[in-house]
């Protein structure tokens, strides 16, 4: 039994009292921060009877742009009046981020209690901080009666505890390379274990164009009906809105998509597509996806923030992504200096990342995150400085943003990307200013 027990010794967290008590307990708990696999979180969301929700599921998969295309969903099923339970990770600011009911985050104290059912209801099987969050998230939704069920699939696909349900649409928005220590060296493999969220007779979606032959394999393997942009779906823009062609109708005039850069047609066609593979349980008028697609919110993805000085948030982490993030950059050209604030983790690339964005940044601001999982500032440093790139300084978050602030000019801009961590720490900066703090 030790590949289901895990650390199972430890004592169960019956004296924990508060959010912050149990998500410090959850990270001890198992031997391993990622321990992928489906056993575990089955076997007690079996014993919760988590595994069959009441109400239409779509999982979200892929490298990039899944936080994205739930956005779209989340935003369109409420403004069509659906109880909507939305689970996505990592967080930025707040755990209760990852968890939200009706559009709003979950309280403390509901966690809380989940978490205390989850406890309960595992007996001597060890848990990993991800698999309570997401057996939270089930417990939570199915006790709100949620008419929809968003879930954002984590690192993987085929062993990520989201997994364990049966999605009824499952989306896959894209395949690059990343997390290649688990997930595999080449895009086809990374498609291989993306494409188990896949599930028999049940439609599943893949929103770019150039579709690794492993998600053909496996539609074909598993008996999933694979509906492909360009082929089963697809969408063309015009001077001021966008058409969709579904694989149930035809939209036309639709708004712009709220979030900015021109990938984001692809991740709200994806979402699009979704809802018309549901339209039997769950119908969509066409003004709840106009009003959807220009109130759909996600942090960190090209998030302007207010005031005279330009500041461009990215959770850009990979290759792919800060391609998105350098290409949008291009299209929208400064009079003055672009500063960037950076940060990454040491299981990412390097190199690609800096070479992709050298031509657009101006002096580079290396930000030394306190996490053990981070690369240090002056591996960084040492790295930026054999291609002769421009270093402002390397410092702590309480000292780096002052410094950019202090160093910007108008007309500047300051982008801030490398890892959801780096842009957590610039948020709560800008929390403290606008505080006064």
């Known amino acids: 039994m030790r590949e289901l027990n895990g650390d199972a010794a430890q004592p169960a967290a019956t004296a924990k009292q508060t959010l912050a008590d149990w998500l410090q307990w ?24 988590l595994l069959q929700p009441a109400c239409p599921v779509i999982t979200v998969g892929g490298t990039n742009g899944k936080g994205s295309c739930i956005a779209y969903l989340e935003a369109i099923l409420q403004n069509a009046g659906y109880r909507v339970g939305v689970y996505t990770s990592p967080h930025m600011l707040r755990y209760n981020e990852r968890v939200r009911i009706a559009g709003q985050e979950v309280e403390d104290a509901l966690l ?15 848990l990993t901080y991800f698999e309570f969050g997401t ?16 879930l954002e699939v984590g690192l993987g696909g085929r062993l990520d505890a989201v997994n364990v349900l049966a999605a009824d649409v499952a989306v896959l ?70 058409s969709f ?12 998509p709220s979030l900015p850069g021109e990938h984001q047609y692809a991740n709200a066609a994806a979402g699009l597509a979704a809802l018309q593979l549901l339209a039997d349980r769950l119908p969509v008028p066409l003004a709840a996806v106009r009003r959807g697609l220009t109130e759909a919110i996600l942090p960190g993805r090209l998030q302007k923030l207010p005031g005279a000085l330009e500041w461009i948030l990215d959770v850009a982490h990979n290759e792919a992504s800060v391609n998105v993030l350098a290409e949008y950059l291009a299209q ?15 299981r990412k690339e390097l190199e690609p990342v800096l070479q992709r964005m050298a031509s657009l940044v101006d002096v580079w601001w290396l930000l030394q995150l306190p996490d053990g999982d981070a690369r240090a500032a002056a591996e960084v440093a040492s790295s930026m400085q054999r291609q002769g790139l421009l270093i402002g300084a390397r410092d702590r978050a309480d000292h780096l943003f002052e410094a950019v602030a202090a160093a910007a000019k108008p007309g500047d801009r300051v982008i801030v990307f490398g890892s959801f961590r780096t842009v957590e720490e610039a948020l709560r900066y800008h929390e403290r200013v606008s505080e006064g703090g």
């Open 26 to 49: 959850q990270q001890g708990l198992h031997s391993q921060e990622i321990d992928l696999g489906l056993e575990r979180v089955r076997l007690v969301a079996e014993r919760m009877a």
């Open 112 to 126: 809380v209690e989940a978490f205390q059912r989850i406890d309960a209801a595992r007996g001597e099987l060890s």
């Open 135 to 150: 057996l939270a998230a089930f417990d939570l939704f199915t006790r709100a009666d949620c008419d929809c069920w968003l």
């Open 173 to 242: 928005t894209s395949i690059s390379l990343d997390h290649t220590d688990w997930l595999g060296s080449d895009r086809d493999s990374v498609a291989f274990e993306k494409a188990g969220i896949f599930r028999p007779a049940r439609p599943a979606i893949y929103a770019e164009q150039d579709i690794p032959a492993s998600i053909v394999r496996e539609a074909e393997r598993v008996g999933t009906t694979l509906y492909h942009v360009g082929r089963d779906y697809d969408f063309s823009q015009h001077a001021d809105t966008w």
């Open 245 to 256: 062609q579904g694989p149930n109708d035809a939209w036309d005039d639709l708004p712009a």
């Open 332 to 346: 929208q050209p400064i009079q003055g200096r672009c500063h960037a604030v950076f940060a990454q983790m040491q």
